[in-house]
């Protein structure tokens, strides 16, 4: 299958190759797309090697391609992991500010979408948050939502990633 891995500005971004590689054993071909917060947490260089495929990064090209058409059509599926309240939001909101988001915005109906949030738990659980996590579900999105677990921030709490057996399972379910 073909899954465009959307990988955003969360620390949880630090497992995106690892992911890749889980999901390529099991027969995946994996595209990555990191907006520029993910790009500051993980190299567009480690991911493309882990993948063995291209790693795009911007809706800008002057070679007459439309990255966020082309990969749109692409995927058989597209995960986001990790995703960040600003992602939820942005989605939840039909924004396309950048090349995920508007990849995002084009994907055909029907295409399936998996979307994996980790933050910091006072952030999933602000009210706001929970509405945009509401409509991506009613759009169609399964969410793999958060565990607790010992997060980043220092917290112990609801805000880690589901682990990358669970999300590669899940592409396969
Ligand atoms: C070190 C660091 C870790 C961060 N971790 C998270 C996180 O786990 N979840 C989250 O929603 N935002 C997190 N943020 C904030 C996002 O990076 C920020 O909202 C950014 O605008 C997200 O951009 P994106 O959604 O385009 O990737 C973190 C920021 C920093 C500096």
Redesign the pocket.
Known sequence: MNVLLGI?????AYKAPELVRALGKRGHVVRCVP????L??VTAEALAAVARQPVSTTLWTSDGSMPHIDLARWADLVLVA?A????LA?FALGLAD?LLATIFLALEPGKRVLIAP???TQ?WLKPVVQGHAAALRAGGARLLDPVPGNL?CGEQGIGAMVDVDSIAEAVDG
């Not at 960040?84 to 992602?87: G, M, R, Y």
């Open positions: 955003g500005g969360g620390i949880a907006t520029a917060s993910a500051r947490l990790p960040t309240a600003d992602l942005r950048d980790a933050m910091n952030m980043a």
